[in-house]
């Protein structure tokens, strides 16, 4: 299983990334992840992106492009793996398209996450992460067992801050330039997928499965994990 999850900020991509790629022990690639990694270890790399990433603007495409293909160079790719974030632009989409064809890799699909304007609003600003092991919470929807204390590891749970109201606005605007014309591109490529990013993560797990079985994705070596 390759799949691409496209969508705008607070779509729920990265947390159907984690769920789907435990689900079928493929690799979750994060752009955004790796590079909070490296701001938070202050590589190079990751304090050239702080001040981008907190205005809500894209790394440049060569950088993105250089991290994740080292990534999907790796030895955890060879049995799937799921795109978080990532590509953003057409730059990156094409580079992708040229390191798989490399890899022998292709694509199985691409998910589109439509998601109307409200529900990212209240996504993100209630969005909160935990500042030492970066597990997501909601402040509606998936509250920690203790106020502020992360679940997993008993970090502090702090705002991202690109989640701020005016960061949010920067965001959107980017993603509407930059990134929907992607939508385009992977329907000619007859690679995407629609589903809705307004429902529940249970809900859209299961309309998940539903398209993986539609698609014949979960073949013999891929399990089924409602039949497991
Ligand atoms: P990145 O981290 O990729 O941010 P993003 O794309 O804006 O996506 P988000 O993480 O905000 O949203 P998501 O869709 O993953 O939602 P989530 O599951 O967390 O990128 C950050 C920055 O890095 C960029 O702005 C840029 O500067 C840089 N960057 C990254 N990739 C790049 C690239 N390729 N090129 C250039 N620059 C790049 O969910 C949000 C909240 O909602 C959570 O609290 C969650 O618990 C809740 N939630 C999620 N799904 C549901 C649901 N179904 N029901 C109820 N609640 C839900």
């Given at each position: 299983?390759?799949?691409?999850?496209?969508?705008?900020?607070?779509?729920g991509?990265?947390?159907h990334?984690?769920?789907?790629?435990?689900?079928?022990?493929?690799?979750?690639?994060?752009?955004?992840?790796?590079?909070?990694?490296?701001?938070?270890?202050?590589?190079?790399?990751?304090?050239?992106?702080?001040?981008?990433?907190?205005?809500?603007?894209?790394?440049?495409?060569?950088?993105?492009?250089?991290?994740?293909?080292?990534?999907?160079?790796?030895?955890?790719?060879?049995?799937?793996?799921?795109?978080?974030?990532?590509?953003?632009?057409?730059?990156?989409?094409?580079?992708?398209?040229?390191?798989?064809?490399?890899?022998?890799?292709?694509?199985?699909?691409?998910l589109?996450f439509k998601?109307?304007?409200?529900?990212?609003?209240?996504?993100?600003?209630?969005?909160?992460?935990?500042?030492?092991?970066?597990?997501?919470?909601?402040?509606?929807?998936?509250?920690?067992?203790?106020?502020?204390?992360?679940?997993?590891?008993?970090?502090?749970?702090?705002?991202?801050?690109?989640?701020?109201?005016?960061?949010?606005?920067?965001?959107?605007?980017?993603?509407?330039?930059?990134?929907?014309?992607?939508?385009?591109?992977?329907?000619?490529?007859?690679?995407?997928t629609q589903v809705s990013g307004d429902l529940e993560v249970r809900e859209l797990n299961r309309d998940l499965l539903d398209v993986f079985r539609r698609?014949?994705?979960?073949?013999?070596?891929?399990?089924?994990?409602?039949?497991?």
């Amino acid at each position: 299983m390759r799949l691409v999850l496209l969508g705008p900020p607070g779509a729920g991509k990265g947390t159907h990334a984690q769920v789907l790629s435990k689900e079928f022990g493929v690799a979750h690639v994060s752009t955004g992840d790796m590079l909070r990694e490296a701001l938070k270890a202050a590589t190079p790399l990751g304090l050239k992106a702080k001040a981008t990433m907190e205005k809500g603007l894209l790394v440049p495409d060569d950088v993105v492009i250089a991290l994740v293909r080292e990534r999907l160079s790796g030895p955890d790719a060879k049995k799937g793996f799921i795109l978080d974030g990532f590509p953003r632009t057409p730059e990156q989409a094409r580079s992708l398209d040229a390191t798989l064809r490399d890899l022998d890799m292709p694509l199985s699909l691409v998910l589109y996450f439509k998601t109307s304007l409200p529900v990212i609003i209240r996504r993100l600003s209630g969005r909160r992460v935990c500042g030492a092991c970066g597990k997501n919470y909601h402040l509606l929807n998936f509250k920690p067992k203790a106020e502020g204390i992360c679940d997993a590891c008993g970090g502090k749970l702090v705002q991202r801050p690109d989640d701020r109201e005016e960061t949010i606005e920067n965001r959107l605007k980017v993603y509407e330039a930059e990134t929907t014309p992607l939508i385009d591109y992977y329907q000619k490529l007859k690679l995407l997928t629609q589903v809705s990013g307004d429902l529940e993560v249970r809900e859209l797990n299961r309309d998940l499965l539903d398209v993986f079985r539609r698609k014949g994705l979960l073949g013999p070596g891929v399990k089924d994990p409602q039949r497991a």
